[in-house]
């Protein structure tokens, strides 16, 4: 006999399976170091993690910081000043999914500068942050 | 003697269910929008700051709005490429509300201005609404614990203290 509850934990566990296996094969378009590599290279000078660290934990000038969301040290969940929702990890060694897709990357800076810097971020200012974030280690 | 006092109570309860239904009726619309399936682009590019709202809850004019201001997306930048929009606007217009209250175009076509979200939720008072675990009335998965499921059942409803 096949209960309910049965059926759904066995289906949990196929999509677990198949999501595990995905995990594993199916490498990311890009490593959080390429990533933070075609910055370095943008900009012209090598990233300073503390001064990424500065950045993003003060104020610009605006109401948020990169810190209000997702914490001054992003190696926890982060919650969204406006929605309320929870946001995962951004440090790459406490959510692997972090910094491996150089458009998505493009796009989350570019809406997030706005609303914190209230401009796009420049490349060097993108290298500081992300080299931050990869000294952050669990 | 017995019959006739079941029939007088079986129109007591068609009279209440009539008085009753309209308010149901709306409430299985928003249910049928909510079963929905999300485009994974939708799910994708809309829900990292809030839940993937029913695409129901909203008539198209409100959507094609929301979709052609994203760099001012209420307080934020939610800013997009063109061909996503292009993509996010077709299949929203396609399942946005197409009958009952929620055709009208709210007052800055937020879903919380509806005139069906405020009749559904005038028993919250103020003071739940700014409890920090709830912070603002977008936030639904705060009471109703399976929105981000596109499930707004009452039974899975639980108001944080």
Sequence with gaps: MLTSGRLCALRSLYVCGIVAAAGIPAAYAEAPAQILNGYAVQSGTAPVPSRGQQFFTTRHGREWACATCHGATPTGKGQHAATGKTIAPLAPAFNPERFTDAAKTEKWFRRNCGDVVGRECTASEKADILSWLMTLKP | ?161
């Design chain 2, 1 to 161: 003697m017995n019959i006739r006092f079941a029939s007088v109570i079986a129109y007591a309860f068609m009279a209440l269910a009539a008085t009753v239904l309209p308010g149901l009726a709306l409430g299985e619309e928003e249910q049928q929008a909510s079963s929905l399936t999300p485009l994974p682009k939708y799910r994708q590019e809309c829900a990292a700051c809030h839940i993937a709202y029913p695409p129901g809850m909203l008539p198209a004019d409100s959507w094609r709005h929301i979709l052609n201001n994203l760099d001012h997306h209420f307080g934020t930048n939610a800013s997009l490429d063109p061909a996503s929009v292009k993509q996010l606007e077709s299949w929203l217009s396609t399942h946005a509300a197409s009958a009952g209250r929620a055709t009208i175009v709210p007052p800055e076509d937020r879903i919380t201005r509806s005139t069906w979200f405020m009749a559904a939720h005038d028993e919250v008072p103020a003071s739940t609404w700014r409890r920090p675990a709830v912070k603002s009335a977008s936030n639904c998965v705060a009471c109703h614990t399976r929105a981000d499921q596109g499930n707004f059942d009452e039974r899975y409803i639980r108001i944080p203290r």
